[in-house]
């Protein structure tokens, strides 16, 4: 066939010139006519290139631009690209965005190739395999693109328990709510290049070499994390590959449809793990019957605000060089700043299980089957709201989800697929809002912030990444440090900017009532070491060190008293016990209540902070002897400089 199409006429010039040798080739303005052995005889010496008047004659068909392309090889790059259509687009438009990094598009780019094993071992179906599958692709990319355009976030499984808790109508007023004349419009151009596609592949067999190469980088593209990642200490073949398999899921999901196939997996999973746990969390009946509540106030507003990641050691409100508080340092005058509260393990979940229970450092077997602070507030009459920017179906927050379903109210804001995506902090203001204007006369709200969690550049729009440079960085940086510490920095900043907005507004309704804050744990970002993150085997004071702060309401001051709070706010604390802090401060009388313990209370007496792992009991050790002041390791603490500038290791837990 030749090179520009049909023929349609005779031509001399173009017979000769597809008559010439094999090894002629085609450059504008001619090439010489030289083949293996020389010149072909009644070939001029120069061939003219076709113009304008034979290329009329010979029409370019848009599939047919890359003259160097074999039909075979244009046909399965134009297969490859109808089915990598429906994820690149996708992940395409995150990278853009900033929404997420690069990985997604990588991974979309390499497991596409999966659907090209079809048409290559069996071309006789590759229309009817195209037309299936895109179908499938088509409609679930769809599903994506309309989430992303709505709530501006990656869909994950964790978008799964709201759907199955909307009924009928719900849907469709979101739907009317969201639907816009112009997503018609969009959604003829989205479909129109895959169409387009279809028309021009043909099925034809692939050179043998293709289907080597194709079938062979599926392959490594799945083997290579089983052997990569596996588990040779682990017994049994599944437990050895089971990282293995995980990094393949994790991976895959980048890809049209199984994002959504393995978000469904994993919101069952996650579902009856959370049903398992909420059988056995809480306390029982007999015993929450115990507690009861000792201020008769009518009408009642009690709020805990949870943060992510944040040290204390880098707010302004606590001495910090920059001031990364302006907005908390403004209203000083109304808060309590306590000064030498830390986290008793420098990971989400199980700090927040102790702060949040009645379990700590020793007793770490009272996680389920004592009250906890739901429960308790609950069994006194308190409507509970759980406002919640963290991931919700995702194994990590299992434990945290199942605390929430115990609430009366859950608030689910963040349905990334992947917790280091964007997800600014100022999406929990609105439903907080209308959770203090709820009705009911005793309310109790539990915000749950992403705070500054890395990535730290994805915490915070741009007018907040105000700290630049490295000139006045304590210690000396290089440009790839300087630029994780500075975003630390303008995540604090817009940190400090929703947490006095959620203070503002709980006391614009004059309630009464406290409102308590506390970050779940540290971090450490090239405070003294090039180090960022978090490690409990190498602890360092920024790991541990928490901002605590409490704002009692105008109300609520004068019945209550806080004269002699201003003396407790240097006392060594641990989050472990927060939840005796919170019996007192809401007037719960339960005998598991410990006011020894409460860090407002006359009666609060020292005791060691332990950390460590407390299901290994050896590795406890008291926070002060570690890491406190004259301990061995404050030197470490106090000097050194980074080393090395390439990305450190840290932490993968949250």
């Given at each position: 066939?030749?090179?520009?199409?049909?023929?349609?006429?005779?031509?001399?010039?173009?017979?000769?010139?597809?008559?010439?040798?094999?090894?002629?080739?085609?450059?504008?303005?001619?090439?010489?006519?030289?083949?293996?052995?020389?010149?072909?005889?009644?070939?001029?010496?120069?061939?003219?290139?076709?113009?304008?008047?034979?290329?009329?004659?010979?029409?370019?068909?848009?599939?047919?631009?890359?003259?160097?392309?074999?039909?075979?090889?244009?046909?399965?790059?134009?297969?490859?690209?109808?089915?990598?259509?429906?994820?690149?687009?996708?992940?395409?438009?995150?990278?853009?965005?900033?929404?997420?990094?690069?990985?997604?598009?990588?991974?979309?780019?390499?497991?596409?190739?999966?659907?090209?094993?079809?048409?290559?071992?069996?071309?006789?179906?590759?229309?009817?395999?195209?037309?299936?599958?895109?179908?499938?692709?088509?409609?679930?990319?769809?599903?994506?693109?309309?989430?992303?355009?709505?709530?501006?976030?990656?869909?994950s499984q964790s978008v799964f328990f709201t759907i199955f808790e909307t009924n009928l109508m719900e849907g469709?007023?979101?739907?009317?709510?969201?639907?816009?004349?112009?997503?018609?419009?969009?959604?003829?151009?989205?479909?129109?290049?895959?169409?387009?596609?279809?028309?021009?592949?043909?099925?034809?067999?692939?050179?043998?070499?293709?289907?080597?190469?194709?079938?062979?980088?599926?392959?490594?593209?799945?083997?290579?994390?089983?052997?990569?990642?596996?588990?040779?200490?682990?017994?049994?073949?599944?437990?050895?590959?089971?990282?293995?398999?995980?990094?393949?899921?994790?991976?895959?999901?980048?890809?049209?449809?199984?994002?959504?196939?393995?978000?469904?997996?994993?919101?069952?999973?996650?579902?009856?793990?959370?049903?398992?746990?909420?059988?056995?969390?809480?306390?029982?009946?007999?015993?929450?019957?115990?507690?009861?509540?000792?201020?008769?106030?009518?009408?009642?507003?009690?709020?805990?605000?949870?943060?992510?990641?944040?040290?204390?050691?880098?707010?302004?409100?606590?001495?910090?060089?920059?001031?990364?508080?302006?907005?908390?340092?403004?209203?000083?005058?109304?808060?309590?700043?306590?000064?030498?509260?830390?986290?008793?393990?420098?990971?989400?979940?199980?700090?927040?299980?102790?702060?949040?229970?009645?379990?700590?450092?020793?007793?770490?077997?009272?996680?389920?089957?004592?009250?906890?602070?739901?429960?308790?507030?609950?069994?006194?009459?308190?409507?509970?709201?759980?406002?919640?920017?963290?991931?919700?179906?995702?194994?990590?927050?299992?434990?945290?989800?199942?605390?929430?379903?115990?609430?009366?109210?859950?608030?689910?804001?963040?349905?990334?697929?992947?917790?280091?995506?964007?997800?600014?902090?100022?999406?929990?203001?609105?439903?907080?809002?209308?959770?203090?204007?709820?009705?009911?006369?005793?309310?109790?709200?539990?915000?749950?912030?992403?705070?500054?969690?890395?990535?730290?550049?994805?915490?915070?729009?741009?007018?907040?990444?105000?700290?630049?440079?490295?000139?006045?960085?304590?210690?000396?940086?290089?440009?790839?440090?300087?630029?994780?510490?500075?975003?630390?920095?303008?995540?604090?900043?817009?940190?400090?900017?929703?947490?006095?907005?959620?203070?503002?507004?709980?006391?614009?309704?004059?309630?009464?009532?406290?409102?308590?804050?506390?970050?779940?744990?540290?971090?450490?970002?090239?405070?003294?070491?090039?180090?960022?993150?978090?490690?409990?085997?190498?602890?360092?004071?920024?790991?541990?060190?928490?901002?605590?702060?409490?704002?009692?309401?105008?109300?609520?001051?004068?019945?209550?008293?806080?004269?002699?709070?201003?003396?407790?706010?240097?006392?060594?604390?641990?989050?472990?016990?927060?939840?005796?802090?919170?019996?007192?401060?809401?007037?719960?009388?339960?005998?598991?209540?410990?006011?020894?313990?409460?860090?407002?209370?006359?009666?609060?007496?020292?005791?060691?902070?332990?950390?460590?792992?407390?299901?290994?009991?050896?590795?406890?050790?008291?926070?002060?002897?570690?890491?406190?002041?004259?301990?061995?390791?404050?030197?470490?603490?106090?000097?050194?400089?980074?080393?090395?500038?390439?990305?450190?290791?840290?932490?993968?837990?949250?």
């Amino acid at each position: 066939m030749p090179l520009y199409g049909r023929k349609s006429r005779r031509d001399p010039v173009v017979d000769r010139f597809f008559h010439a040798s094999p090894a002629i080739s085609l450059f504008q303005g001619g090439t010489p006519a030289v083949g293996h052995h020389g010149p072909t005889p009644g070939c001029p010496a120069v061939i003219p290139a076709p113009g304008p008047e034979h290329m009329g004659a010979y029409p370019m068909t848009a599939a047919a631009r890359l003259p160097r392309w074999t039909p075979h090889r244009r046909n399965i790059l134009l297969t490859y690209l109808f089915f990598a259509y429906f994820s690149i687009v996708f992940q395409g438009i995150l990278y853009a965005g900033g929404i997420t990094g690069i990985v997604g598009l990588k991974y979309s780019l390499i497991y596409s190739l999966l659907w090209l094993l079809v048409p290559l071992w069996l071309p006789s179906l590759t229309r009817a395999w195209m037309w299936g599958v895109g179908l499938i692709l088509w409609a679930c990319s769809l599903v994506k693109l309309g989430y992303l355009s709505i709530y501006g976030q990656e869909l994950s499984q964790s978008v799964f328990f709201t759907i199955f808790e909307t009924n009928l109508m719900e849907g469709t007023e979101f739907f009317e709510m969201y639907f816009r004349w112009w997503m018609i419009p969009l959604l003829i151009l989205y479909t129109l290049p895959p169409l387009w596609i279809l028309k021009h592949v043909k099925p034809m067999p692939p050179s043998r070499r293709a289907k080597r190469w194709i079938t062979a980088l599926v392959a490594v593209s799945f083997m290579e994390p089983i052997l990569v990642h596996a588990n040779l200490h682990n017994e049994g073949a599944a437990g050895i590959l089971d990282p293995g398999a995980r990094k393949i899921v994790s991976r895959i999901s980048a890809v049209t449809p199984w994002q959504l196939v393995v978000g469904y997996s994993q919101y069952r999973t996650q579902l009856h793990n959370v049903e398992k746990l909420l059988a056995s969390v809480g306390g029982r009946d007999e015993v929450l019957a115990r507690v009861s509540l000792a201020d008769r106030e009518r009408r009642q507003t009690y709020v805990l605000v949870i943060g992510e990641s944040t040290d204390r050691q880098r707010m302004g409100l606590y001495g910090y060089y920059r001031d990364t508080t302006p907005e908390l340092s403004r209203m000083r005058d109304e808060l309590f700043v306590f000064d030498d509260v830390i986290t008793p393990r420098p990971f989400t979940i199980e700090a927040l299980w102790q702060a949040l229970t009645l379990a700590d450092q020793q007793r770490i077997d009272w996680l389920y089957d004592k009250p906890n602070i739901i429960t308790l507030m609950k069994s006194v009459g308190f409507r509970v709201t759980w406002i919640t920017n963290q991931q919700t179906a995702t194994e990590r927050n299992t434990l945290l989800t199942a605390l929430s379903k115990l609430a009366d109210e859950q608030v689910y804001l963040n349905n990334q697929r992947r917790q280091s995506a964007r997800q600014l902090d100022s999406v929990v203001l609105d439903p907080f809002r209308k959770a203090l204007d709820a009705p009911a006369e005793k309310k109790f709200i539990i915000v749950h912030l992403l705070g500054t969690h890395s990535k730290y550049q994805y915490r915070y729009p741009e007018d907040y990444a105000r700290f630049d440079g490295s000139d006045d960085t304590p210690v000396k940086l290089t440009a790839y440090q300087a630029g994780i510490y500075n975003s630390y920095d303008n995540a604090i900043l817009y940190h400090d900017h929703v947490l006095a907005s959620i203070i503002d507004a709980y006391k614009a309704t004059d309630p009464y009532g406290v409102l308590m804050y506390f970050s779940d744990h540290g971090e450490e970002v090239y405070d003294f070491r090039d180090f960022q993150g978090r490690n409990e085997a190498d602890p360092s004071t920024y790991m541990y060190t928490v901002p605590f702060i409490i704002a009692p309401s105008r109300r609520w001051a004068e019945a209550r008293g806080v004269g002699d709070w201003d003396a407790y706010e240097g006392r060594p604390y641990s989050t472990e016990s927060v939840i005796h802090t919170w019996c007192d401060l809401a007037a719960l009388r339960f005998e598991m209540c410990d006011a020894g313990k409460s860090l407002v209370s006359p009666q609060f007496t020292y005791g060691p902070r332990l950390i460590g792992d407390p299901y290994k009991p050896s590795s406890l050790r008291d926070y002060n002897e570690v890491l406190g002041p004259g301990a061995s390791g404050r030197k470490l603490l106090s000097q050194g400089e980074p080393r090395g500038s390439g990305p450190p290791p840290a932490s993968t837990l949250n």
